[in-house]
Every structure is written in structure tokens, then in C-alpha cells.
């Protein structure tokens, strides 16, 4: 390896001034970095500035871990799936460790590959280790000390490894234990069982991945934006109807065509369900046609996509909790066309349809706002109790459906946050967790409709209890609707230019 300057022109586009070496390892985008020391007989002094990690695209700070190993323990190889997977830069402050990485990307020159850096205080090395390696160290001291940093939450559920000695990474571990005066290795149960690298099903990628966001401007679509961004991915293709009417189809196959998704989040939909009873054709322009422009475009590139669909495929008259593979019966022009789209997705292979409900976010205008706007108004409200269904926090759902993408659990799934109430019973909660005083009556959907002409009022289900066993069994449960509900209340607060708009 070589002492390498970096990239010049890179540096001076971001203002830097190194003073470190950074040096090319055998492996792609995996450098060593060697820092400057200042210091005399009393000590030193050694930094390392979040420009220059950012250099090497280590885009933020999220944990700082350490670790205290004895002589011969091997921790690894670990890494994280997506949309968790970690960038990490390493470093020994006491003792030594024998680093060792695997490249896992699969388009990259050196897939499969390891290299192997000592790292000591003495040496003042560090490592930074890419998105979509293994990584994993050999304590060479009864006290080495490990410090990494990581750019990606921890995330338990999705961490993953490769077998240690791996025959066809092929790490020459005998030679090293002779090196090191080292008799046997002390490895946990769990690394001593990972798989070999050929066996893992995980889809690591050099190049960035692409994400195509439709209906970007609503709640959902704007929540799924700011969760790729805070995973790391930069390459994301966010639209509404005055970029892309999906409505078009020339616009919408010469728009994914150039653009080639991995993944598209379909997020817009005519959502107006009273008006679609007057309104017919034009929503199902949208919620049909649309969908079916978008799908057959991600047929021809390759793309995953992800459907939003909806309680109303059901017509909420099922006793207990209805599950994905119950009979549908929309009984509005919506609930119908949204399932007329669950089947325009369904000709993907690769899709995941997500049935969600009474949905609320940061982006746009929800059961919440309205509520906490009436409640300075006035000092009673009657609600609907008689029609029972999850209230989902789209915060909660952008990062399931995130990490749902980055798999090939495809399928039908209900997507709430858990637990179940009456539209009334939320009004109530919502009332006392902002310390409104405003009295909630609960009342049948024919009493809240009495005197009022009903002639293009959507049928809304009665019960709307979706079994999110699939779900869970799959991926994880989601947070209580009282918990959503408390923190989203908590960040409406910090949004001042609303309050000072909409209350008193």
C-alpha cells in the first residue's frame, strides 16, 4: 500500500485542510487514515474533523462505541442490513488489534476481498470502513481497547455477519495466530455459527441506491423522504403532480425509464373519499390508471415498488380483526379503486401493498389539527364512536416501509401503529394529552349525519380492526397509537408558525 494524497480537487471543493495521510488499502473506498501528531515530552496531540470524514463520505455522527477485549478474542465479522447498515471509523486506544474488513458489495471490483490493518495507540491509525463491509477485529492484548464510530443507529433486529474463516474469503487466520503467539481464537457462539459469505442473501451495493417518492407534498410521501435522507441516501427522486402527473403515462415511462428507480414509493392517490362518489372518473383516473402507469414503467426497469392501500377494500362488517387474506367488499368509489390498484400492483412480482389508516403527520392536514383547531373554538364536540380503527403516525410507518423495501418479504400487509379506538375515543385522548378542556361526545355515524344531505357522504367501515400479526411476524410491531399520538403532538408544539396560524 501507498502513502496516496487525497484527491486534491475533492479536498479543495470542500474547503479542507488535511493534515493526515490517507492511505489506499487493497480494497475499494477502504482507506487507513494516519494522522499528524503534535506533541514533546509531556505528551501528544492528534484530531480527526467531521469535513475530513465527510471527505470520505462518512456523512454524520450517530454513536461512539468502546470495547475491552482480551488477547485472542475475534469479534465479528458484523455488519447491518439496510436501510441500517453503518460506515465506521475505527481506532485501538490501548493494546493492539489486528482489524480485519470484507468488501460484501456486490458490484464492486473488490467483492469478497479482506484486508487486514494493525491498529495501536502507537501507530495512531484509524480505519474507515465502508457502508456494506463485515467488519471485525482480533484483540492482540489482554487490554485492547476498540474504539469505533458509526454513522447508522443500532439497529438489534437487523444485524447480520459472515463466517470468521470463511474458506473462500480465505484470511489466512493460522499464519496470524503463529504472528501472534496466539493458541485459539475465543469467539462468541453466535460468530462461531454465521453463514459462509456465498450463502448471505443480503444485497449490499457500491453504487447508491435510487428511490422514486410520488406524492411527495402529502404526509406520508414527505415522511418517507426525510427517512431516506436520515438513513444516508442522497439519490431519491421526490414528485407531486407538477413534476410528474402519473396520470400521463408518456411522462410517467419517460420519467422512470430515465431515472431507473430500485425502489418507487407510491404515495399519491386521490384521497378525497367524499368527493370521489361525484367525482367517479377522476379518481380512478388517478388511483387506477396512475397506479397501472407506474407499475408497468417498474416492470420495465426493474423496480420494486410499494402501494399505499387502504381500510376501505374492507366493508367493516366482520366481527374481530380482519386479516390480509380476507374477502374484500369496498363499498365506496375509493375503497374500490384503491383495491383496483392493489391488483394493477399485484403484476410486479416484486411489490409490497401496505393497507393503512387513519393516517396523521407533520406534512399536511389531519384528524389531530382539525381537533386541536376546534378545541379553541369550542367548548363541546360530537364525534363519531362507533366506527373503530388504529391511528397510524406516518414518522412510525416511513420507517417500516423503509425498511420493508430494502427486503424481499413481498406481499400483502396491514401497517398500523397498535391498539385500536373509536374516532371519538382519539378525539377524547387527544384533548387530554394537550390539556384541552373541550368535552368530546361520542355519537353514531347516523346521529353525526342527521339533518345533513348524505348523497355524496362515502360509506366509511364500521370496523376497521386490521390483524397486524403478518406484520409483525415479518418485521416488527409498531408503537401504540397513544404513544404516536403523544409524540407527535410533542413535535406539533415546536412548530410555532402553525400554532400562531391556526390558534388563538
Known sequence: MDNLEFEKGRAEDKCIDFKSNIIETNLADCYIIEENRFGDDRGYFTSVTSKQLDALDFKKWSQKSESMSAKGTIRGLHFQKDPYCQAKVVSCTKGAVLDVVVDMRKDSPTYGEYTAIELTPENGRMLYVPRGYAHGFLALTDDATFNYMVDNEYAPRLEGGVLWNDPVINIPWDEIFRKYDIEEPLLSDKDRDRIPLSESEVNFLRRPKKYLVTGVNGQLGYDIVKELKMRGEEDILGVDIDVLDITDREQVMKIVKAYKPDVIFHCAAWTAVDKAEELEDKCRKVNVEGTKNLVDASIEVGSKIVYMSTDYVFDGEKEGLYKE????????????????????????????????????????????????????????????????????????????????????????????NEGYCSWAEFAKYIMESNGKDTVVNSVTTEEYYAGKDTSNIAYRPRNSKLDKSKLEKEFYKLPSWQDATDRYCKQLTKNKKWWLENLK
Open 325 to 416: 387474506e380476507d374477502r374484500v367488499n369496498p363499498k365506496s368509489v375509493y375503497g374500490q379503486t384503491k383495491f383496483e390498484g392493489e391488483e394493477e400492483v399485484r403484476r410486479n412480482q416484486n411489490h409490497f401493498i401496505t393497507r393503512i389508516s387513519w393516517v396523521f403527520g407533520e406534512n399536511g392536514n389531519n384528524f389531530i389539527k382539525t381537533m386541536l383547531k376546534l378545541a379553541d373554538k369550542y367548548d363541546e364536540l360530537s364525534v363519531v364512536g362507533d366506527q373503530i380503527g388504529s391511528p397510524t403516525y406516518t414518522v412510525d410507518l416511513a420507517k417500516l416501509l423503509v425498511e420493508m423495501a430494502e427486503t424481499e418479504k413481498f406481499g400483502t400487509y396491514h401497517v398500523n
